[in-house]
């Protein structure tokens, strides 16, 4: 165990920094000069060059790498081109935010993808099946954006059910934030919740047909018992590996839901970086972004050994 842990770690650590070299070297490759948008478009030559020099323009591709990785290392990813905020203060203030959104949205695909998954598994064949693989159908076929501007449009602007854009912490109000956050998530979650049916629902089937749960039948186990017992715990290791993907996914595909709602999320920030060339922010956020999927993918790889015992004496979980 201890050695398949150290072997993830050091999988994990070349991620990153494949992924750093690949961020950098992609906003690189951006339309535009930072420089010049900072300085603005009628700067006079020595005042782009100045700029460029504080910004680290002026030094070589490797030479910007290297700075860029130590500065990261110590937490420091530079000023804001178009605010001279700091980055690290940004993403402190919208992170949360995006966070927030992604674990809500996660927990409904959750809940309604599992309940979805095991109805479509226990009345194969009946009317109740085909109503969940028509929800899975349907929330798999639509778009996001479009979802949620429906729903902004119907159930917020002509029904007053849910508030049609802003923000407020669930820290700070507890109801009140979660009552913001709902529409959104469900929105953002929807999608995500058929994966979690359809997975949930073939793994069912599987273990519901294996030889052992007949044998439990025979021996008299109420049905219940056997969906629960065996059926439904069988499925949490694929359901695990689902949620484990998908949350990295929720905070990185947050953008279009965050836009639409109004949330101030790093999502908007993204956006609003990429339109104004702000280097250091979309170099900041696509790393803590990725950051986020290696950690969240650590921790379910080591979660997999809490849920099933054979993979704990095995030592490896593929």
């Not at 929330?139 to 954006?145: G, K, R």
């Not at 959104?184 to 629902?201: E, F, K, W, Y």
Request: charged letters at 15%; glycine letters at 8%.
């Amino acid at each position: 165990m201890l050695r398949y842990t150290l072997n993830r770690l050091w999988q994990s650590a070349l991620t990153l920094v494949l992924a750093s070299i690949v961020v950098f070297l992609g906003v690189r490759a951006l339309p535009g000069d930072p420089a010049i948008a900072m300085a603005g478009e009628e700067a006079d030559p020595a005042t782009v060059a100045a700029v460029r020099a504080k910004l680290g323009l002026d030094q070589s591709i490797p030479e910007q790498y290297l700075a860029f990785v130590r500065n990261a290392l110590k937490g420091d990813y530079g000023e804001s081109v178009r605010t001279g905020t700091p980055v690290d203060e940004m993403i402190g203030a919208t992170l949360p935010v995006t966070v927030q959104l992604a674990v809500y949205a996660m927990l409904v695909a959750v809940l309604a993808g599992m309940a979805f998954g095991v109805v479509a598994a226990v009345f194969r064949r009946r009317w109740p099946e085909w109503l969940a693989n028509g929800f899975s159908l349907f929330a798999l076929s639509v778009p996001t954006f479009w979802l949620g501007i429906l729903a902004v449009l119907y159930l917020a602007v002509r029904l007053g059910w849910f508030p049609a854009s802003g923000y407020v912490s669930p820290f700070d109000e507890p109801l009140r934030g979660l009552y913001y956050l709902t529409l959104p998530a469900v929105i953002l979650g929807m999608a995500h919740a058929a994966v979690v049916q359809r997975q949930t629902r073939a793994s069912m089937v599987d273990t519901l047909n294996a030889d052992f749960v007949r044998t439990a039948r025979a021996k008299g186990l109420g049905r219940s018992a056997v969906i629960f017992r065996y059926g439904l715990r069988n499925s949490l290791i694929v359901v695990t590996t689902i949620v484990g993907l998908q949350l990295g996914g929720l905070i990185a595909g947050a953008v279009v839901t965050e836009r639409i709602f109004g949330l101030p999320g790093i999502g908007k920030l993204t956006l609003d970086s990429v339109f104004t060339r702000d280097y250091p922010v979309i170099q900041a956020v696509v790393l803590v972004i990725t950051l986020a999927y290696i950690v969240i993918n650590l921790l379910v790889d080591m979660l997999y050994t809490v849920i099933d015992p054979r993979m704990r004496v095995s030592g490896r979980t593929r």
